[in-house]
């Protein structure tokens, strides 16, 4: 692996790193708790947890929401955690879950089996309860944590509380070997752990000046995958009331029997081949040993790990249940960066030595689209785009991201509202590596969560771009808030697709071209 190699997952992790409540749920308290003397502290249905409290807004970090999922619970749903007696300290970071050392910006230290934590980011003194966003961080299901989203922006300017979460990553998070439980219910801890993260909010968030009857999922990469899942995910349903699909590749699910035939090959290869003896022989692995993901698609090139569907937890997949009506119906906003798949380009050459000569278009196409390469070289030529990187990227982008999210909000909005837009700052600052690369990234898969967060070593934005920052974050917080981003941003109206917001630092404005500019109607087609 190159010198600079270990530097990428970087860039992952921005991305990262390649989303009927009722106030008195189980455990929750009848109402708001009154002024404590200590605004750092509050009381959870397990113990009270100390968090900090900086000018503008509190931080309780590393909360746990469900057990150790450890030993028995290797593999199992998750569990609700201890009580304690004490007061428990919330002022460090808990442990990111397992993730490949190879993959991991930390080559795997501060990464753990016990990992089931999230962090409250919550106003400072809030006047009545605040709308909350529970946001799952992105990194193809096998990177990450909700850790390195700094949240404060959202909530100082916003007014809502944030609440970001680790869940189980990889194989850890989404072996489907049937071994592991009764048919139909094996894969998708990872999606379960999430689920327990939205019932605890449903029962404490009130304890930290949060509305437990106004709470929107939100998420990025494979965070907007989760979301995505949750709209038609039974055990999801009522644990939300609007949700934020930020560059979601929401229709690279697993099917339940070809990610059990993986999970056979993925169990053989740590060494447990026998079905009869794999349950056993899985839970009582060094968690070393299952540190690899298991890897069930593809989105072009890149690969990602996963939720099963066809399974109980998720019957349908997103895409077709939308299509079907059996989403959820709740307010939507949801979106694509204009320039998707460079970021993926970005990362084969720095990490795998792609080089993008011209005698690689027609085998990278191929490898995308198969039977259709001859088609998108002819509709995607490299002349066209002057790079054959950026003409690849160009046809991923347009086929797996903006025409598959065409087709998602076309479907959720004949059912419930649907705010769609397209982040488009080309000039977007991007980490180091990007900045090494012998082609543009442009407005680039996960450059726009950057205008939401204050992620740690992201470059400065201008004073341009800042203002762009800033109307984002009103724009989201007004859609947690209320279930709208505000009057100048219009629902999509179903069949017209047009009313797309284009989010850009020299204006933003609402346009009509999205679905031609990325030319839909091609990617709709078979030929």
Known sequence: MPNRAPRVPVVLLLAVALVAAACSGPGAPDHPPSAQ?????????????RGVDPPGYRVFRGVPYAAPPVGPLRFAAPQPPPAWDDVRDAEQDGPRC???AGGDVEFGRQSDEDCLTLNVWAPAKPDKPVAVMVWFHGGSFVNGGGAMFDAHWLVERGDIAVVTVNYRLGALGFLAHPALGPPGQVGNYGLADQQAALRWVRDNIAAFGGDPARVTIAGESAGAMSVCDHLVAPGSQGLFHGAIIMSGPCTAQAALPDAQRISLDYAAAAGCPEVATASG??????????REPVWYTRLGGARLSGPVTGSAALPVDPVAGAADGAAARVPVLIGTTRDEFTLFAALRYLSDGERFGPERYRPLLAEAFGART????????????GDVALAYSAAVTDALFSCSTADLAEDLARRAPVYAYEF?????????PLTTLPFPVGASHSLDVRYLFDVGGAPDLSPAQQALSHQMIDFWTAFVRTGGPGKAWPALRPGAETGWMELRPDGNRVDSGFVRDHQCEFWRTDG
């Open 424 to 432: 488009d700052d080309r000039a977007a600052p991007a980490p180091e």
């Open 98 to 100: 397992i993730q490949a």
């Open 281 to 290: 022989c899985l839970r009582g692995l060094r968690v070393d040993q299952l």
């Open 37 to 49: 003397a200590d605004p750092a502290v509050v009381q959870t249905a397990t113990g009270a947890v």
């Open 374 to 385: 001859d088609a998108v070289a002819e509709r995607y030529p490299v002349d066209r785009y």
